[in-house]
């Protein structure tokens, strides 16, 4: 089965910049999104591909945060700008393979004020 990783999360300051990655590795999978869970909150999503291609995100990142991927290498991206302290979150991906999805651990952001 396919395992997301996914990395470069950390402490950055308010309106500042990080890109997420998420690498997966095996046959027959998709890569499909990002969505982050805060502390005492449920698992929102943040930005995804629909199966047609098309992105989906969340209102509250719309225009800061863009999702992209490079098919050759199997690795999906998170490029999120202008940060807010609301954003902090732990972050994951998710693979489509074989109709199940598969999760990541989860990368920490913490956005300070």
């Known amino acids: 089965q396919v395992q997301p990783v996914e990395s470069g999360g950390g402490l950055v300051q308010a309106g500042g910049s990080l890109r997420l990655s998420c690498a997966a590795s095996g046959r027959g999978f998709s890569l499909m999104g990002w969505y982050r869970q805060a502390p005492g909150k449920q698992r929102e999503l943040v930005a995804t591909?629909?199966?047609?291609?098309?992105?989906n995100y969340a209102d509250s990142v719309k225009g800061r945060f863009t999702i992209s991927k490079d098919n050759a290498k199997n690795t999906l991206y998170l490029q999120m700008n202008n940060l807010k302290p609301e954003d902090t979150a732990v972050y994951y991906c998710n693979c489509l393979q074989y109709g199940m999805y598969y999760w990541g651990k989860g990368t920490l952001v913490t956005v300070s004020s």
């Open positions: 591909f629909t199966p047609g291609g098309t992105t």
